[in-house]
């Protein structure tokens, strides 16, 4: 009697020990999943803000193309965006984004530009003058034909590109 | 007999216990860890457009065209000048010192933990700053130009 209690005993001290360790092996295979899930989740995110991003830097509307010289990627001509400022109108829909705003990062700078502050200015708002909810930004080369003396010549600089997407 | 049972039980137990560390280990060792370095798009966006920003310092001895930093970056490399007397290193030190102040904001309570800016000019650093407390977790990107001279940016989060 004693020895067939002691073999159920056995067996059932087994079963549940092989059903811990297979839930410990579960555990672990879930969270390694899920940590792969949310990593890849977290590059598509990534991925998307910088399509979107060069989507609207590399854009007709926006591009520098071959104007300073070389072809650069991710350059937008000041000029135009301010042009582009004026027919926002026009855009509101255009790229299923509420705002583009540009920042130069000119510490100098502090006024917003509209066609009277234009170029002394720092942040140019194209679709609209305000900015709220979440935004995405990225680094831009800032070009523009200036002056000295009667003398045009380039002036690009770095300046941030920010997507209002909301 | 209930001695040879209890002796049964606990070498199992102790097998199991075994295979599970085994497991655990092999399972943590298997994880790929996050790499250092990974490629960062913002970090080549930043040199893109760094290496095109024009500076103040003339072509010649003054007015335009002026200097993007690809160019005075090479100037400094063969140790010349920006306006005389000063010189293309310490011109270049100024306007990146400004660049990055307004670009990126490192410390422990924001996001971005430090930042490395290197420009080498064959193999030797010309340009180096560094800002906050480096960490494992970094991103970055580098330019190299035909003239042997290298960008990099490193971001450690």
Known sequence: MVKAQMKIQQTAFMLIALTIFFALVGMFALKMK?????ET???LKELETQILLGKISNSPEFNCG?????QMTNCIDFDKAMVLKSKASNYSSFWGIENIEIIRLNSSLTEICTPQTYPNCRNLRILSDEITGNFISTFITLCRRDSFNGNPYNQCEIAKLLINSE | MKSKAQHEMMGFALIII???IIGVVFLSMSKPDKENNQPSPLAENFLESVLHHTTNCSKYSSGPPYLQIKDL???CAQEGFCNSPVTACESLNHILDDILNNSFKAGVEFPLKAYQFLILSEGEAIINKSIGNKTSNSMGSSEKLANDLDFYLTLYY
């Open chain 2, 18 to 20: 075994m295979v599970a």
């Open chain 1, 41 to 43: 989740a977290e590059n």
């Open chain 2, 73 to 75: 970056s090479k100037i």
């Open chain 1, 34 to 38: 899920m940590s792969n899930l949310q």
């Open chain 1, 66 to 70: 071959e104007s300073f010289g070389d």
